[in-house]
């Protein structure tokens, strides 16, 4: 016999018969009674699952919203607080140490960082200690590595400085690193576990989002670039940033883009921010997050993260918060990557993030950019919104040697394992074809780009403050002379000579022209300030003022004793004949591998040597450091610039090369004469 009393209750069953209800308002009136106790019983369903709210967290959260509003809104003396990062500042307790971070890595900082900036930001110390370290040699880096940390160490130390608009604030580097090493780690060892920037890492995230204008509190750097070679976790960086600034960078209708050359390509930055978004449901329902197939979108801001590899005739209409460019070296032109940049003009605070490995297309965009960085990092041009770090070998080194790995890979023994890079150094030995893709996988080095021709250490340390054009007055002069009629630099080298213990040392006096319509295009943000400073003579209108450039020349001759002018005869015949109706003789100097090799190498030599003295002419070391070479099968070489990037001039150094092949004719007992003589 069953004992009813012991079974457990049974929900009862529902009767075949429909309802019936007086009339239709009765109908909806049970419904939407039905419907509310349904939302109840779900809302009661999912509290009684979750854990109470943590007060601690919430109290945080509050005070971390509060501390990150506008900076342009702070009171002055909370400004103040925030200026802190100069040699005797003292760092503000802006944010409450954040349990949910994973630890540090070990390192060693310094006693004022320890203690002064630690507790409170612990990834910004690490990121200081990190270009200390660099610029001290504790840790092995290139040229270009110590440069951009050495920069970095500059810039803290003008905080404060009249002319000096940018701060660091250390609240927002902070906030970000932490809130990106939220994410989980989707490959590898650590696959699972929550991000851990290494201190190189966090050196780049710290500069991106820690230097703010002082005048509007918008972030310093629009445009960030790293050289990174292969394994060294690029998109460990590049996926958590587009989800930090499609949610967390506080931008209505924020619209990042991962952008790439292939459709395959790009999905590879996005669909690892996808699946650390669907791996962190905590993520998800606090900021409103929806993934989807093509894109990761927040609808309370209207916010979306898309891929992105079409024709850049499509790409018009964008407004561009974030993009992010994955193996910039690797696009074919320029064409996705301008109209990308141009896209971030209507954002207060936009951000081109261009992460990368080396590549072979010297006529690429990836390459300009290479280029433009070094001379950034080098001092040649001045763009303070410009980030950027190249991690590569130095000139001279050797490719086999592991210590030169390890220089060029920053996440060397973590993510890059010495053994595997050494194996393949082998097999690249051995293999001649496979030695290109060796060097520029894993020590980036463009193996296709021309030879780098000036060393910059060296021609800065022939320059002299004190030289002046005055000091030479009635000596012989010869004049090099390349035109130019509208975007291009017009160029006039004086070089005078003199003998010292027995050596010939030369003195090169350069001036440039420029016309006004070119200082407006955006071309070069040094212009301006050259300008002002009496390096770049401008004149009104859209060419060059070849009367002004005349009447110069004139009155070079009586304060000279101008032996030869030389020129190129693509723009200056008119000019020439007008100078030889004037007694001042003029020569043509044709622009050929005969004409300009000799007078290259000899100006190396010059260099190395220290006998080609300057005024520290910024335009001239400018158009030097632009300098690429050909070198023939004979070994002769002739200078070159990008023909895709505008923003190289080599104008001033070509000039110089005319100038001293003269001269070395001149010393072969060529005379100078007739007028109108033609070489080459």
């Known amino acids: 016999m069953t004992d009813n009393a012991a079974e457990p209750a049974q929900p009862a069953k529902r009767r075949g018969r429909p309802r019936v209800y007086a009339d ?17 019983a779900r809302k009661a369903k999912k509290a009684a699952g979750q854990p109470a709210p943590d007060p601690v967290a919430a109290a945080i959260k509050e005070k971390q919203a509060k501390l990150n509003k506008n900076f342009a809104r702070r009171q002055p003396e909370a400004r103040a607080r925030v200026l802190t990062l100069g040699p005797a500042g003292r760092l503000p307790p802006t944010l409450a140490p954040d349990t949910g971070v994973p630890e540090l890595p070990p390192q060693e900082l310094d006693s004022d960082l320890a203690a002064d900036i630690a507790p409170q930001f612990p990834n910004v110390a690490s990121a200081l200690q990190y270009a200390r370290d660099i610029v001290a040699g504790r840790i092995p880096a290139c040229r270009w590595v110590r440069l951009a940390c050495e920069r970095h160490e500059r810039d803290l130390a003008r905080i404060g400085d009249e002319d000096w608009p940018y701060v660091f604030d250390p609240g927002r580097a902070e906030r970000a690193m932490r809130a990106m090493q939220m ?7 650590r696959a699972g576990l929550r991000l851990r920037f290494r201190p190189w890492q966090r050196f780049i995230v710290a500069s991106i989002f820690g230097w703010v204008a002082v005048a509007t509190g918008w972030r ?26 499609l949610s967390l960078d506080k931008e209505g209708g924020a619209e990042v883009y991962a952008a790439a050359v292939t459709r395959q390509q790009a999905r590879i930055v996005f669909d690892l921010a996808k699946v650390m978004a669907l791996r962190d449901k905590e993520y998800r329902n606090r900021c409103g997050i929806d993934v989807n197939a093509q894109a990761i979108v927040q609808q309370a801001t209207a916010s979306t993260f898309r891929p992105l590899s079409r024709d850049a005739q499509s790409l018009d209409g964008l407004n561009v918060h974030l993009a992010i460019l994955d193996e910039l070296a690797q696009h074919r032109t320029a064409e996705v990557h301008d109209v990308l940049l141009t896209a971030t003009g209507k954002r207060g605070q936009p951000l081109m993030f261009a992460i990368t490995t080396a590549g072979s297309n ?4 990836g390459y ?6 070094q001379q950034i990092l080098d001092g040649t041009f001045v763009d303070e919104s410009f980030f950027a770090v190249l991690y590569t070998i130095d000139e001279g080194d050797d490719w086999r040697d592991e210590a030169t790995h390890q220089k060029a890979n920053p996440n060397w023994a973590v993510s890059v394992m010495p053994q595997q890079i050494q194996n393949g150094c082998l097999r690249a ?11 520029m996988k894993h020590l980036n080095i463009w193996t296709n780009a021309d030879v780098s021709w000036m060393d910059m250490d060296a021609w800065a340390a022939c320059g002299n403050d004190h030289l002046d054009i005055g000091q030479f007055a009635g000596e012989d ?7 130019a009629t509208k975007i291009d630099l017009c160029a006039k080298m004086r070089l005078f000579r003199r003998e010292i213990d027995g050596k010939m040392h030369y003195y090169a006096f350069s001036s440039a022209y420029l016309p006004e319509a070119a200082m407006g295009d955006g071309r070069n943000t040094s212009y301006p300030g050259w300008r002002e400073a009496g390096w770049l003579n401008v004149n009104d209108g859209d060419t060059v003022d070849f009367v002004g450039v005349q009447e110069s020349l004139i009155k070079d001759a009586q304060e000279f004793k101008v032996i030869d002018v030389a020129y190129d005869p693509w723009q200056g015949a008119m000019m020439a004949a007008h100078l030889d109706a004037e007694d001042i003789p003029v020569i043509e100097y044709r622009p050929t591998v005969a004409n300009q090799s000799a007078p290259l190498k000899e100006i190396d030599a010059l260099v190395r040597e220290g006998r080609l003295h300057h005024n520290n002419d910024p335009v001239l070391a400018w158009c030097v450091s632009c300098v690429r070479v050909m070198i023939d099968y004979n070994d002769n070489i002739k200078p070159r610039k990008d023909r895709n990037d505008p923003l190289q001039k080599i104008d001033c150094l070509i000039a110089l090369v005319m100038a001293l092949g003269r001269w070395m004719a001149i010393d072969a007992n060529e005379s100078s004469g007739p007028s109108l003589m033609v070489i080459g």
């Open 24 to 40: 239709e308002a009765a109908r909806k009136a049970a419904d939407a009674a039905r419907a509310k106790r349904d939302r109840e």
């Open 183 to 189: 994410f989980k780690e989707i490959k590898g060892p």
């Open 220 to 245: 310093r750097f629009r445009y960030a670039l790293a050289y990174v070679p292969r394994g060294n976790g690029k998109s460990t960086i590049a996926a958590p940033l587009g989800l930090y600034m």
């Open 362 to 365: 010297t006529n690429g965009v």
């Open 368 to 373: 300009r950019q290479w280029r433009h960085a």
């Open 429 to 439: 030995q051995q293999i001649a074809s496979e030695q290109n893709v060796f060097k």
């Open 477 to 483: 002069c010869v004049i090099g002379l390349d035109l």
